[in-house]
């Protein structure tokens, strides 16, 4: 079975500052994990995916996400915040053996507010 | 421009009436979806489709249907609509499984539909 949880329902961060959004994932095999983002009114983006090659993944908009396997985490880091950054966040999780129904397991959603 | 495509944006029902949302995808993708989107619930799967002429319910399929008549096209339909499908809903659409795990999902704009 997989499951995944994101830590925090919002984060609130000033802009400049960094910004740190959780992740912890279940999977009873190896896992592909994703980050999408979705600003107001509007749809779901690809942020960044882990696909078993490096542990350290970088995305757009300068975000990236590191794959610790003895924590089942998957972090989604950017150095310094931007007022754009301001939207919800999606961790996702899927394998190819667990996944028999064809689709990826989402987190409940982080939201995250950049102040000036 | 290639991906995913909801009809309509925006909708007001009254309850009891009737309705279909389309999605359509040019990307020959074999997986399509649909989601609804609460506040504090994340994405939940309605129904799904791993091909044309096939679909299998998801974790709240309950008041919806769903038709796969020809591979691009994804439809889903409220017959009685009631106050408890306002929501938001994304269609979304990948490769088959092998693949889907290192692509993850394209997803439309959504549909914003308000039932009073």
């Known amino acids: 079975a997989q499951s995944v949880t994101q830590l925090d329902s919002h984060v609130s961060v000033s802009e400049g500052t960094p910004v740190l959004l959780r992740c912890n994932y279940s999977s009873s095999y190896s896992p592909s994990l994703f980050w999408y983002v979705q600003h107001p009114n509007k749809g779901l983006q690809l942020l960044l995916k882990?696909?078993?090659?490096?542990?350290l993944v970088k995305g757009i908009n300068g975000f990236e996400a590191e794959f610790k396997k003895s924590e089942t985490s998957f972090h989604l880091t950017k150095p310094s915040a931007h007022m754009s950054d301001a939207a919800e966040y999606f961790c996702?999780?899927?394998?190819?053996?667990?996944?028999?129904?064809?689709?990826?397991?989402f987190g409940k959603g982080t939201k995250l507010s950049v102040k000036p | 421009n290639a991906g995913v495509t909801q009809t309509p944006k925006f909708r007001v029902l009254k309850t009891g009436q009737s309705m279909t949302l389309l999605c359509a995808q040019d990307m020959n993708h074999e997986y399509m979806y649909w989601y609804r989107q609460d506040p504090g619930m994340g994405l939940r799967l309605i129904h799904y489709s791993v091909g044309e002429g096939t679909t299998a319910k998801g974790e709240v399929p309950d008041g919806y249907n769903v038709s796969r008549l020809k591979k691009q096209n994804f439809l889903l339909g409220l017959e009685s609509a009631a106050p408890s499908q306002t929501s938001v809903y994304f269609c979304?659409?990948?490769?088959?499984?092998?693949?889907?795990?290192?692509?993850?999902?394209?997803f439309g704009s959504g549909t914003r539909l308000t039932v009073v």
């Open positions: 979304a659409s990948s490769y088959s499984q092998g693949v889907l795990v290192r692509y993850g999902y394209t």
């Open positions: 882990y696909t078993s090659a490096a542990t």
């Open positions: 996702v999780v899927g394998s190819v053996v667990g996944g028999s129904q064809g689709n990826l397991i």
